[in-house]
């Protein structure tokens, strides 16, 4: 009979061995490989500006772990994780507009209606002559016409000045704004004229200068009757834009009118898509219509000083760009200040002409 063993103290139980806890741990060699990825971890989600992240080469972007509500992003190779930040801006311009739409909310420009603009512009080929007061004309099929510029090109008026000098002034062709000047009297015929540009050096045209022909203009205005022309005109008014509204703020009302003077140019087009808008004194204000906006490339014909319709660059518009346009408050106040400043010249002539009194014997 076997004596009972004494009592032993209780251990815990021992967990069972697997074969993988026996098994040796794999241990794991340095590699040449870069760091390990790191992380950025916040309490809250991380706003992250999707244009940053798709201009990386990511593969994955953003990372949820669960049960925490934690995005994590990962940083690829050759990349730090201040690159990959989102710039600092604040929550109020996280939620803005993009630039692009902002700046069409705040700013109407001149292309805001579909990239259009008032132009008036073309290609003019003559013989450019310069007398001694520096005063240019071009002569197109034995026709004289001025040629003008304003202070913005007086550099290419000038260089056309030794151009002419040097080669004789013979077939110039040139870049040029149509001039054209309406009188009061509308039986009285407009004045042709033409304001420089730029000319063509005979090199490689580029430019306005290539897509051009001789005599082709690209006219794009408001398709009209004027009152001082029997011939419809395109009328190519001042593109609005914030630096001009800004001095037309600040500027007198004379040079703020003639600023703003829109360019009447006579187009003879015969089956126009759409007619062109004349003013009917008989209609009320809201019978009257309106003008259309058209794009047309016209040749200039010198034989009777008119432009004639060539082709039709895009179809009629019934809204037209942003311009500006002189209010009648302001031509009457610019009228006005041109009578007294007419009355104040014609009494100094009157007082510089006035007869000697004669001598009393």
Same mark, same amino acid.
């Given at each position: 009979m076997?004596?009972p063993?004494?009592n032993?103290?209780?251990? +815990?139980?021992?967990? =069972?061995q697997?074969?993988?806890?026996?098994?040796p741990? =794999? %241990?794991?060699? +340095?590699?040449?490989?870069?760091?390990?990825?790191?992380?950025?971890?916040v309490d809250?989600?991380?706003k992250?500006?999707?244009?940053?992240?798709d201009?990386?080469?990511?593969?994955?972007k953003?990372?949820? *772990?669960?049960p925490? @509500?934690?995005?994590?992003?990962?940083? @690829?190779?050759?990349?730090?994780?201040?690159?990959?930040?989102p710039?600092?801006?604040?929550?109020?311009?996280l939620?803005?507009?993009?630039?692009?739409?902002?700046?069409?909310?705040?700013?109407?420009?001149?292309v805001?209606?579909?990239? !259009?603009?008032?132009?008036?512009?073309?290609?003019? %080929?003559?013989?450019?002559?310069?007398?001694?007061e520096?005063?240019?004309?071009?002569?197109i099929a034995?026709?004289?016409?001025?040629?003008?510029?304003?202070s913005?090109? $007086?550099?290419?008026?000038?260089?056309?000045? !030794?151009e002419? =000098?040097?080669t004789g002034?013979?077939?110039?062709?040139?870049?040029?704004?149509?001039?054209?000047?309406?009188?009061?009297?509308r039986?009285?015929?407009?004045?042709?004229?033409?304001q420089?540009?730029?000319?063509? $050096? =005979?090199?490689s045209?580029?430019?306005?200068?290539?897509?051009?022909?001789? &005599?082709?203009?690209?006219?794009?205005?408001?398709?009209?009757?004027?009152?001082?022309?029997?011939?419809?005109?395109?009328?190519?008014?001042?593109? &609005?834009?914030?630096e $001009?509204?800004?001095y037309?703020?600040?500027?007198?009302?004379? !040079?703020?009118?003639?600023?703003m !003077? *829109?360019?009447?140019?006579? /187009?003879?087009w015969?089956?126009?898509?759409?007619?062109?808008?004349?003013?009917?004194?008989k209609?009320?204000?809201?019978?009257?219509?309106?003008s259309?906006?058209?794009?047309?490339?016209?040749? &200039? /014909?010198?034989?009777?000083?008119?432009f004639?319709?060539?082709?039709?660059?895009?179809?009629?518009?019934?809204k037209a760009?942003?311009?500006?346009? *002189?209010?009648k408050?302001?031509?009457?106040?610019?009228?006005?200040n041109?009578? *007294?400043?007419n009355?104040?010249?014609?009494?100094?002539?009157?007082?510089?002409?006035?007869k000697?009194k004669?001598?009393?014997?």
């Open positions: 076997k004596k063993k004494p032993q103290p209780q251990q +815990p139980d021992q967990p =069972k697997t074969l993988l806890s026996i098994l741990k =794999k %241990v794991e060699e +340095p590699s040449s490989e870069p760091p390990t990825p790191t992380f950025v971890k809250e989600p991380v992250v500006d999707e244009q940053v992240l201009s990386e080469p990511l593969q994955e953003l990372i949820t *772990a669960k925490k @509500p934690v995005k994590r992003i990962l940083t @690829p190779p050759n990349k730090s994780e201040s690159d990959l930040q710039p600092n801006k604040s929550e109020a311009d939620q803005s507009p993009t630039e692009t739409e902002s700046l069409k909310a705040a700013d109407p420009t001149p805001a209606v579909n990239n !259009k603009i008032f132009q008036a512009v073309g290609i003019i %080929v003559g013989d450019v002559r310069f007398d001694e520096a005063k240019g004309t071009v002569t034995q026709k004289e016409y001025q040629l003008f510029y304003a913005k090109h $007086r550099y290419a008026y000038e260089a056309l000045q !030794k002419v =000098k040097a002034g013979e077939k110039m062709r040139l870049i040029v704004y149509p001039r054209v000047m309406h009188f009061p009297k039986e009285q015929p407009y004045l042709m004229s033409f420089l540009v730029g000319f063509d $050096r =005979k090199q045209p580029t430019g306005i200068a290539s897509e051009l022909q001789d &005599f082709e203009f690209r006219l794009c205005g408001l398709w009209q009757f004027i009152p001082v022309c029997q011939t419809p005109c395109i009328s190519v008014f001042k593109n &609005f834009n914030k $001009r509204l800004e037309i703020k600040s500027a007198e009302a004379d !040079k703020k009118v003639r600023f !003077k *829109a360019s009447h140019v006579p /187009l003879m015969r089956d126009a898509p759409v007619r062109p808008f004349r003013f009917n004194p209609l009320e204000k809201e019978q009257q219509g309106h259309s906006f058209v794009e047309v490339l016209a040749k &200039f /014909l010198p034989e009777r000083d008119v004639g319709f060539s082709k039709l660059l895009s179809e009629p518009m019934e760009p942003n311009f500006l346009k *002189a209010r408050e302001d031509k009457a106040e610019a009228l006005k041109k009578l *007294a400043q009355r104040e010249k014609g009494s100094v002539k009157k007082s510089v002409w006035s000697p004669k001598k009393e014997l």
